[in-house]
C-alpha cells in the first residue's frame, strides 16, 4: 500500500475500548500543533480508508490533521465478529458509533471539526453527529442520505416490499437484505484472486459515472414497481448473486485507469481476499433488522444541529435508492442544513471520481463556518 499512498500519509494501528485494534491512515500537516483542526473520513461498503487517499493531502494541505480508520469488520483493523453465527450486535449502529469515540478518545482528541461519511459510513457519520455534538462541530454526508433515528413506534422498513418484489416479471429481491442472508459471503468470496478482482473491478465499474446505464432520477414511492427502476445491482433478479449481477457488466475499455487503476483495484482484492465480506455485511444485517437498531430510538425525534451537507455524483442512484430520504434528511433530519451538492462526472464512488471537486466542496463549506 505504501507506494499507493501519498508520502504525507501513514499506516497507523491504535488499540480501543471496544476491543478492536484499528488500523487507520492519518496525515499532519507540516505546521502541526495541537490546535490544528481535525478531519476524521468513515469510509462505505466495500471500501477501505484507503478510499480517502485522494483527498487527504489537499485537507492536510488546507491544515487539517487527517484521519480516516478501517471501521469495525474493514481491512487491517483486528477485533469483531467475522463469522455469519456470531453476536451480531457489535455491529449496530449505537456502537458503530462508540467504535469512532472510542478511537477518538484513544488518540486524545476532543474536538472534530469535520466529520465526513461515504456510503454507509455517511450513516456511521450521521448517527456519531446526532448523538456527539459536543465532538462533532460540522458534517458531510455522501452518497447514502441520512434520516436520523424513526419514530419509537415506527417500523425502519416496510417487509411486505419483499413480497411484492418476487411478485414482479422478472422475480427481484433487495439487495440489502441479499447482504443479510448468509449466502452473501459465499457467492462473493471467490476462491480465485482473478475471479474476485474481475468482479469487484464490475461492482466499481457498474456504480460508477463510466457505466452508460446510470442515470439517476427520483424515484415516486417505497413500492416494488418503482424500486424495480433501479439499476440490478441495487433491486437484484431473485436467482442472481451479485457477482451475477454486475459481472455480465465488466468495462471493455480501460476509462476507470483515470481514477481506479488496476494495482489501487489490486489493494482492495487482496484485503477482501484474505478478510471475504462477512463481517462487513454484518453492518447490513444490522441496518435490515427491526430490533437491531432499538437502543438508538433514546435519540427518537432528535435532530442533527452541527452544520451539515450532503454530497453525491450525478450519476448516482444511492442518493434515490429509498424514495423521499433526500426531502426527509434536507427538511427534518438536518436543523442547519447547507445543502445538496451535485458532482459532474461522478458516480457513487464521488471522492474516488472526481476528488478535487470533491476537496473544494469540502473545503467551501468549512469555510463559509469560520
Known amino acids: 500500500m505504501r507506494n499507493l499512498l501519498h508520502s504525507s500519509i501513514s499506516s497507523n494501528f491504535i488499540s480501543t475500548g471496544t476491543g478492536l485494534k484499528v488500523h487507520y491512515l492519518e496525515s499532519k500537516p507540516k505546521n502541526y500543533t495541537k490546535k490544528s483542526p481535525v478531519a476524521l473520513l468513515l469510509h462505505g461498503f466495500p471500501e477501505l480508508s484507503f478510499s480517502w487517499r485522494k483527498i487527504m493531502p ?4 488546507a491544515g487539517f490533521r487527517v484521519l480516516a480508520p478501517d471501521q469495525r469488520g474493514y ?10 453465527e456470531d453476536n451480531l450486535e457489535e455491529y449496530n449502529l449505537f456502537n458503530l458509533t462508540i467504535d469512532i469515540v472510542s478511537f477518538l478518545q484513544n488518540l486524545e482528541i476532543q474536538k472534530v471539526d469535520l466529520l465526513v461519511g461515504h456510503d ?3 450513516i456511521v457519520a450521521g448517527t456519531s453527529a446526532l448523538a456527539r455534538e459536543d465532538i462533532f462541530k460540522s458534517v458531510v454526508m455522501m452518497s447514502a442520505p441520512y434520516n436520523g433515528v424513526p419514530k419509537i413506534s415506527e417500523q425502519i422498513f416496510d417487509d411486505t416490499i419483499h413480497k411484492d418484489l418476487k411478485q414482479l416479471q422478472p422475480p427481484r429481491k433487495h439487495y440489502q437484505w441479499y447482504y443479510s442472508t448468509k449466502e452473501a459471503n459465499r457467492d462473493m468470496h471467490l476462491k480465485s484472486k ?10 466499481f465499474h457498474t456504480k460508477s459515472a463510466d457505466w452508460f446505464k446510470n442515470s439517476p432520477y427520483e424515484l415516486k414511492s417505497w ?11 441495487y433491486i437484484m433478479k431473485l436467482q442472481d448473486t451479485m457477482v451475477d449481477s454486475v459481472i455480465k457488466y465488466s468495462p471493455k475499455n480501460k476509462k476507470y485507469e483515470r481514477w481506479l487503476n488496476d494495482e489501487e483495484l489490486n489493494f482492495y482484492t487482496e ?7 462477512q463481517s462487513s455485511l454484518n453492518w447490513y444485517r444490522c441496518m435490515t433488522s427491526q430490533t437491531q437498531n432499538n437502543n438508538l430510538k433514546i435519540f427518537s425525534g432528535k435532530q442533527i444541529e452541527i452544520p451539515s451537507m450532503f454530497i453525491s455524483g450525478e450519476k448516482d442512484w444511492g ?3 429509498k424514495p423521499g430520504a433526500l426531502k426527509i434528511m434536507q427538511k427534518k433530519t438536518c436543523k442547519n442544513f447547507h445543502g445538496i451538492k451535485i458532482v459532474k462526472n461522478a458516480g457513487h464512488w464521488v471522492q474516488q471520481e472526481q476528488p478535487e471537486h470533491v476537496l473544494n466542496l469540502l ?6 463556518l469560520n
Open 58 to 61: 489537499g485537507l492536510t494541505n
Open 75 to 84: 481491512g487491517k483493523t483486528l477485533g469483531g465478529a467475522k463469522k455469519f
Open 120 to 122: 454507509a459510513g455517511s
Open 194 to 203: 482473478k475471479k474476485l478482482h474481475q468482479f469487484l473491478r464490475s461492482y
Open 223 to 233: 413500492s416494488a414497481k418503482e424500486l424495480a427502476k433501479l439499476p440490478e445491482y
Open 271 to 277: 484485503t477482501f481476499f484474505e478478510n471475504g465480506f
Open 319 to 321: 442518493m434515490y435508492q
Open 363 to 368: 473545503l467551501n463549506f468549512k469555510n463559509s
